[in-house]
Structure formats: structure tokens, C-alpha cells
């Protein structure tokens, strides 16, 4: 698996992906939606570089030659992003087409389309175990269901479990208390 | 569930919904209709949010993530400023596709198009 050229475009356009989901319309009313996983996935990226040499031209057709075209699957520098968060750094993406070169002398434009196979799962873990008061260093963070600063830290404290001050429950399957 | 994020959008394109109906032909050559439900269903809102900030841009796709077309929701009266639009009570929004970003020199752009769907319980 050879990673994408760290070359960060000069534009980006991508959507948003989306949930494996089917429909079924109905006679009078809206559709009706079934979801079949947490999972988001198919995100189209398209990427935009304008007035490149011949040297990033060719690192771009090296790179679909190893991917045998729209083939094997990749990872892409997180510099292609820029400042977007839209899928997970370690997301796995393909090919959606060869890219589209045009000459212009000594320069090239080019567009590269890609689509991600493996995007985002929607399902948080949060593991207890053996933990300890964290002595890191909060740190900005940001997920699709969390905001703040990282580590996020559950407070139990002295709670009675028969009349507990919290009301975050964390259902553990069939753990006893 | 979470409402839309709090943006006003740059444009907006407002399809009416329709009420579901069967046309007929007769033998006479007039044409029936049958209608199938008192509700409309099928309006549509595409908005078009220009210069967004990349944390604006993010509440988008955060909502989006966590709602997508399967979790219903509802628009913020920012989203709908100005817009003079009255819904049937108790329907809400779901996304009609994948919303579309552009990025060029720090602009960024989003497109958004939702569906309004009737209430319904599983």
C-alpha cells in the first residue's frame, strides 16, 4: 500500500459521504429508512492542482500505476485535507477514476478524484478498566460526537449507587454492579 | 434529536411538497384523481452556505455524521431567517443526499439539500 503524494492541492471539493441505508416508499407518506450499520463511508474527494511541474505531474501517475489504477487502496497525507476534518486520518481510499491531466507547456493542471472505502465508524468505545486519574496533558479535541478538551474523564466520586447524584448511565451490557 | 446547526445560509431553493395522488382516466375521457393521504410529503430545501468558517463547516458535517438520511430533525429558526416558510406540524428534515464542499483558498462552501418527512413511529 503506497501512500498518496504529499502534494496538497490547490482545491478541494468533497461531499460528505453516507450511511448504509436502504428505502422502501410508501402509497401516502415520506420514505421510510432502514440503517444497516453505524458506519459513513463513500466520500468522494476531488482534488484540484493548478500550474504543476512535470516532476509532481509524475508523482501523481507513479502513484496510480502502483495502485494498479482503480484497484488497491491507500492512505492519504493528512496535508491533503489542509484544515479539514472530514474523515478519520487513517480512512482507506481508491481511485474513483484515472486522474485528468492537461498540458500547458512547461506546466500541468491535473485532478485526481478519489473515493474513501473505509470511512468513519460512528460506534465510541468507552473503556474503564483498570483506569487511573490521567496525568496527560488535555489537548483540543474534537469528534463527531465529542467536543472539548481530551482526556474526557467520567467523575463516579463517592456516588451511592442506589441514589447516584449522576445521570449518565453507562449500560455495560450484562455487567453487574 | 439535534436541531440543524444555527447557520444562515448565503442562498436557498424551496421546493413545495405534494400531496400523493393517482391520476385515473375514465371511459369518458375526463381524468380522476385519487388521493392517497392528507399530508404532502417531498418538499425540499437546498441551501447554500458561502464563507464558512472551517469549525461552521465542521458543525455541518458533524450533524450530517451523526443524522445523515436516517435521523430526522429539525431547522433552527437562523436556518430559515427571512424565509417566510410554515411546515406541517410535527414533520422534520432529513438530508436528501451527501451535502458538497468546495474549498479554495481558505473559502469554503457547502451545499445542503433536505427533505421533509412526515412523522412516523416504528
Known amino acids: ?177 | 434529536m439535534a436541531v440543524f446547526p444555527e447557520l444562515t445560509p448565503s442562498s436557498r431553493t424551496y421546493t413545495p411538497g405534494e400531496h400523493p395522488n393517482t391520476p385515473l382516466m375514465v371511459l369518458t375521457g375526463d381524468e380522476s384523481s385519487v388521493r392517497h393521504s392528507n399530508g404532502a410529503v417531498g418538499h425540499r430545501l437546498r441551501m447554500t452556505f458561502k464563507l464558512l468558517t472551517q469549525a461552521e463547516n465542521y458543525s455541518i458535517i458533524g450533524h450530517y455524521s451523526l443524522h445523515g438520511r436516517f435521523v430526522p430533525f429539525d431547522l433552527s429558526a437562523t436556518t430559515l431567517s427571512a424565509a417566510g416558510l410554515t411546515f406541517p406540524t410535527n414533520y422534520q428534515w432529513i438530508y436528501a443526499g451527501t451535502p458538497e464542499t468546495d474549498e479554495e483558498c481558505g473559502e469554503i462552501t457547502t451545499t445542503v439539500e433536505l427533505e421533509l418527512i412526515p412523522p412516523y413511529t416504528i
Not at chain 1, 30 to 44: D, E, Y
Not at chain 1, 50 to 60: A, D, K, L, N, P
Not at chain 1, 85 to 112: C, I, K, W
Open chain 1, 1 to 177: 500500500m503506497t501512500t498518496f503524494p504529499d502534494l496538497p492541492p490547490d482545491r478541494i471539493g468533497y461531499d460528505f459521504g453516507a450511511l448504509n441505508l436502504s428505502e422502501e416508499t410508501t402509497i401516502g407518506g415520506g420514505p421510510i429508512r432502514f440503517r444497516h450499520s453505524l458506519s459513513l463511508g463513500g466520500h468522494t474527494l476531488a482534488l484540484t492542482y493548478s500550474w504543476r511541474t512535470q516532476t509532481e505531474m509524475q508523482q501523481i501517475r507513479d502513484h496510480y500505476n502502483d495502485a494498479d489504477g482503480t484497484h488497491r487502496q491507500f492512505e492519504v497525507p493528512t496535508t491533503i485535507w489542509g484544515t479539514a476534518a472530514v474523515v478519520n486520518t487513517d480512512s482507506l481510499y481508491r481511485y474513483a477514476e484515472p486522474p485528468q491531466e492537461e498540458h500547458l507547456g512547461v506546466f500541468f493542471n491535473f485532478t485526481v478524484r478519489l473515493r474513501v472505502v473505509d470511512g468513519i465508524s460512528l460506534l465510541f468505545d468507552l473503556q474503564g478498566g483498570g483506569a487511573t486519574q490521567s496525568t496527560i496533558t488535555p489537548t483540543a479535541f474534537t469528534s463527531f460526537a465529542f467536543a472539548g478538551n481530551a482526556p474526557f474523564i467520567l467523575n463516579g466520586g463517592a456516588a451511592d449507587p442506589d441514589s447516584p447524584a449522576a445521570t449518565l448511565i453507562l449500560q455495560g451490557k450484562g455487567a453487574d454492579r
